[in-house]
């Protein structure tokens, strides 16, 4: 019998790429992986399922991690589940090329920036350009050189390395300004709170007594500040005023301020630095000249700062307009009697905490009713222009005269937007603080109310 011929074996389908080889160089070389830590996991791209086989072999044996696709949209998919660190793209795919491949993947969600190489026979510039604008990161042409490969991958390891560096970095810097922004949200808070603390310690704005009106103005630069003024009653004929201006801006001077107005309270007179009992057990006002200097020496021997203060302190004689004044290197007040004349009083003094064994004086002021006086802080006469121009006790002398119809707080309110207007600004640089006395002379007995 004549044996049957064996059948032909049908000759293995090929790919488009399956006739040249896929890479070139000695693999075995090479065998380890690039050192480094941000290139793990790789994605090959190909339609070619004989290059896929042949590129993973590579990269395995190199250590990596490394997952298939055969299509720009399969490799979509994936990477919608899978986080990669490279890709490794043909170019020339149907349906969906390398190059939209890379357009739709930068323009997808992943939260891990992957370096993208472009395989390709194309390497003209203007397909190199094109590349890059789509999002490729590098190129490497057909067929494959194992070192090219590897020198590229090197270059994605480093650049990855130190996107990731940056990233996070950035992160570590993201959640320090979260938790500097929640720190400056409750000093936000707590400054709110003790501005608010601080206003209160001057809580009425107009105060009137039998013989004279005393209005007060109080404006921090910024959230506190150290300015404070006041007035106390002493007994039925007598009232305290002052206004004090710490150094500097701020808590430090916010505190001091409080702390020495704290002395000067009409809220408790038994503290009040400046009272003292008299013979027949009511309250007098000690002399002016000493309360300075016992402020002074308490700042000196109680307090650990290098803060001064300038302080003005009057006892003013309601019966009788008299008034003693002590200058701690507080500006000049203002005198403007009920004429209309304007002047400046006083010759200025040690402020308070700079010399130890300072001495101090007082000057009297005698005030006939219908006259005012004006104690004010240098943050009025020191306001500037946007050019720098400084008001000064000129300036301030052509706002009292301009305003001398303004009476009380409404006198202040004037002040201060006159002097928004000088300035330019509604925040005021430095703090503004003011005490305002016009005084009517005290109405006898039979005159009735």
């Known amino acids: 019998m004549t044996p049957k011929p064996k ?70 998919e994936l990477l919608a589940r899978e986080e990669v660190d490279l890709i490794l793209s043909d170019w020339m795919m149907p349906e969906m090329s390398g190059l939209e491949f890379c357009r739709q993947f ?4 992943n939260a891990r920036y992957a370096y993208f190489i472009l395989l390709t026979l194309r390497n003209a510039r203007e397909d190199v350009a094109t590349g890059l604008s789509a999002g490729a990161d590098d190129f490497l042409s057909k067929p ?23 990233f996070e970095k950035n992160r570590l810097l993201g959640e320090a300004l979260g938790e500097l922004q929640l720190v400056y949200d409750n000093i936000a808070r707590d400054l709110v709170e003790a501005r608010n603390l601080q206003q209160s310690l001057v809580p009425d704005e107009h105060l009137r007594f039998d013989g004279a009106d005393v209005s007060l103005l109080l404006r921090a630069s910024g959230h506190v500040g150290g300015d404070l003024v006041g007035a106390f009653e002493v007994n039925d004929t007598r009232i305290g005023l002052y206004a004090i201006d710490v150094s500097g801006h701020g808590i430090a001077s916010a505190l001091l301020a409080a702390r ?34 016992d402020l002074n020496r308490m700042i000196h021997d109680e307090m650990a700062t290098e803060l001064y ?17 002590a200058q701690a290197g507080h500006p000049a007040p203002l005198l403007q009697n009920s004429a209309g004349t304007v002047s400046f009083l006083g010759g200025g003094g040690h402020p308070i905490g700079l010399v130890a064994e300072a001495e101090y004086k007082a000057f009297d002021v005698r005030m ?22 400084e008001l000064g006790q000129d300036g301030l002398e052509l706002i009292v005269r301009r305003d001398a119809g303004l009476k009380g707080p409404g006198f202040l309110d004037a002040l201060l937007w006159e002097l928004n207007e000088f300035s330019g600004s509604a925040e005021p640089a430095d703090d503004i603080s003011a005490v305002f006395l016009e005084y009517h002379g005290r109405r006898s007995r039979d005159e009735g109310p």
């Open 7 to 76: 059948p032909k074996r049908p000759k293995a389908r090929q790919t488009r790429d399956a006739s040249r080889p896929v890479v070139t160089g000695d693999v075995g070389a090479v065998a380890t992986r690039i050192e480094g830590d941000a290139i793990r996991r790789v994605l090959i791209v190909d339609d070619s399922r004989a290059q896929l086989r042949i590129l993973s072999a590579v990269l395995l044996r190199w250590g990596y991690e490394v997952f298939e696709a055969t299509s720009g949209a399969r490799a979509l």
């Open 106 to 109: 930068r323009a997808s969600d």
């Open 144 to 166: 494959l050189d194992v070192n090219e490969l590897r020198a590229r991958i090197a270059a994605g390891e480093r650049l990855i390395a130190t996107q990731r560096e940056l």
């Open 260 to 293: 020495l107005a704290g002395h000067l309270t009409r809220a408790n007179p038994d503290q009040n630095l400046a009272l003292t009992h008299g013979p027949d057990g009511t309250f007098v006002m000690r002399p002016v000249a000493e309360i300075c200097a």
């Open 309 to 325: 203060c300038t302080l003005l302190i009057i006892d003013v004689d309601l019966a009788t307009g008299h008034l003693k004044v």
């Open 368 to 389: 006939s009713p219908g006259d005012r006086l004006l104690v004010y802080s240098d943050g009025i006469t020191e306001s500037t222009t946007p050019d720098g121009l």
